[in-house]
């Protein structure tokens, strides 16, 4: 009862109401500011929309013990770059702007792509359009109907009444984190048996996927010359990811808890893993910064 509830109610709203403070986040210019970085945006986008896909898709297939598994891990691969991904940027000492940029693009891409990942996975590695009984379009609409319409919302709010856009975002998006963080939680106590079999799997494929992501981001960066604050931006955007709306296709949508292991396992290790970098990056940028000034 309580976990068709969370299934049903929870994860839906604590998505949508997340999406909704994104929303009140962005303004037009925020938008526009994919045009102020050129070169190096479409670079790190070009990176985030290529490597994490293929990577976490090629280890997912390879190595995912199950089914399940193997299509919440490319779920889990086409996520976009999560809004903390900012904040540890900033730390960092790399291109906020850059960064933000690329969180707004993917993100809204990303919201016309998944339905098209999501669906096509399962078709092909699990077989199931038969069990699904939610026709393409209807599984789009259900899609856009918890990101791009709040997302939208939330815009319109913050370009007519931007006070109170600004009071009421902190409230809407602690509440809503953390009702989806309950919600993580009691997922993975109703799915303990399948922890105990494939843990180590689950660990290995996530720690996996985001030291070759983050390890190919700065090669690339640094193959295609990209300035260090650049690089710092385009890496830790290949770590953190919105893994909320890959958990509600999982769940609400499809109705597979076992799907969203990859999701739920992958919030803690990567936000250590970015933790990590920023912590070095901005070392590292500290030391370029002092050489510049001697």
């Not at 210019?29 to 898709?57: C, N, Y």
Request: charged share 15%.
């Amino acid at each position: 009862m309580i976990l068709s509830f969370i299934d049903a109610y929870l994860l839906p709203a604590s998505l949508w109401f997340i999406m909704l403070a994104m929303g009140l986040s962005l303004k037009v210019e925020d938008i526009l500011r994919v045009f102020k970085h050129r070169r190096a945006f479409v670079i790190g986008a070009i990176s985030m929309l290529l490597i994490p896909p293929l990577v976490g898709s090629a280890l997912a297939i390879f190595f995912a013990p199950t089914s399940a598994l193997t299509v919440g891990f490319i779920l889990l691969a086409t996520c976009p770059g999560g809004m903390l991904s900012n904040l540890l940027t900033d730390y960092a000492k790399g291109d906020l702007a850059l960064s933000l940029s690329l969180s707004i693009f993917i993100s809204l891409l990303y919201i016309l792509l998944v339905p098209i990942y999501a669906h096509f996975s399962l078709s092909y590695f699990m077989g199931m359009e038969q069990e699904i009984h939610v026709p393409f379009s209807l599984f789009v609409w259900k899609i856009f109907s918890i990101t791009l319409v709040p997302t939208s919302l939330g815009m319109i709010i913050r370009g007519f009444f931007e006070r109170l856009a600004i009071f009421v975002k902190p409230y809407i998006k602690h509440i809503a984190t953390l009702v989806l963080v309950v919600s993580f939680c009691v997922i993975m106590i109703d799915q303990i048996p399948v922890l105990k079999l494939y843990i180590a799997d689950l660990l290995g494929l996530v720690l996996a996927l985001n030291l070759i992501t983050v390890s190919l981001a700065w090669a690339g960066g640094k193959l295609f010359r990209l300035k260090p604050e650049e690089r710092i931006a385009v890496g830790i955007e290949h770590i953190m990811r919105q893994e909320a709306t890959a958990i509600f296709i999982a769940v609400t949508l499809i109705g597979s808890r076992e799907m969203s292991l990859p999701m739920i396992v992958n919030t803690p290790v990567a936000l250590v893993i970015s933790v990590g970098v920023a912590f070095f990056a901005r070392k590292y940028q500290l030391k370029i910064m002092k050489s510049k000034s001697a």
